[in-house]
């Protein structure tokens, strides 16, 4: 398939592949950029690397697409179809071709593109979630993390603890102004406190194996409504050691309209989810 090449938004570094001519909208993230053409997304990974991810080279970036294809496969197998190499032609543009292709300059994740009308941030905001609808999702992530269990999670509460040390020292690093770092330092000592009253609460569910090889970044706006329930950007770039609950608060969306009842919505919402998480499994 034939495609014209064009450097990614905002950065130099990576030539990406405009995927063809009818691109409608390039999404970016602080990690990635998302060319979304017809009913397909494209997901070109940036060559970063922060402490929390490495993508700095094409081959990294190679490894990591395939492992986002791996682990998105077990909750929305049908959206992710694979990995593509991106190769450049002797006329300056580009071209989609089969992974490890010899030629490839990058790789991208190939996506089915969804409606985002159909997710459970969108319908919440919307007024439009049923109880019914929440069951079901608490279902499905509850057979999930049992199926995703990790029976020997030697060192999960220490990795924990590690990954949230590292968030503290990123957010106070990178803090861009005073009020930002005033408002980051309250969250670590917070954080903190937290982690030191649960310590022996975590270290005797990992004990337990109540630990997941988990999604890592379960939000609202990930989870899809349209075919069923399917989850989207379960994280690549960690170890995803996590507590089965871990997540679980933001499974209702954090944005939206700041009113009353939008904020009653939220709350009645996660504890319906959390009711009917609990019953299924451990």
């Not at 081959?59 to 929305?76: G, P």
């Amino acid at each position: 398939m034939a495609v014209v090449a064009q450097h990614a938004p905002s950065s130099g570094d990576v030539l990406a592949a405009a995927l063809w001519p009818h691109v409608v909208e390039v999404r970016e993230t602080h990690i990635s950029w998302v060319f979304l053409a017809g009913d397909r997304a494209y997901k070109l990974k940036k060559p970063v690397t922060l402490p929390f991810v490495d993508y700095a080279t094409p081959d990294r970036r190679w490894a990591m697409c395939e492992e986002e294809v791996r682990l998105n496969r077990r909750l929305a197998p049908d959206l992710y179809l694979g990995v593509r190499a991106v190769v450049a032609t002797p006329e300056g543009g580009a071209t989609l071709a089969p992974a490890g292709d010899p030629d490839a300059i990058d790789h991208v994740v190939e996506m089915r593109r969804f409606d985002e009308a159909s997710t459970l941030a969108a319908l919440v905001v919307r007024g439009g979630v049923r109880r019914r609808e929440l069951e079901v999702v608490g279902r499905r992530l509850a057979e999930f993390h049992v199926a995703t269990s990790v029976p020997h999670a030697v060192g999960a509460t220490a990795a924990l603890h590690a990954a949230l040390a590292e968030n503290a020292d990123t957010l106070l690093a990178l803090a861009p102004d005073r009020e930002f770092a005033r408002r980051a330092a309250a969250l670590v000592r917070f954080t903190e406190s937290f982690f030191a009253a649960c310590r022996d609460k975590l270290e005797v569910r990992a004990g337990a194996g109540r630990v997941s090889d988990g999604h890592g970044d379960l939000r609202a706006e990930h989870i899809l409504l349209e075919r069923g329930v399917e989850v989207v950007d379960c994280v690549e770039w960690r170890l995803r050691l996590a507590r089965r609950r871990r997540g679980l608060r933001s499974r209702v969306p954090d944005h939206g309209p700041r009113c009353p009842r939008c904020f009653r919505g939220r709350a009645l919402g996660a504890r319906r989810l959390s009711r009917r998480r609990r019953r299924p499994g451990r």
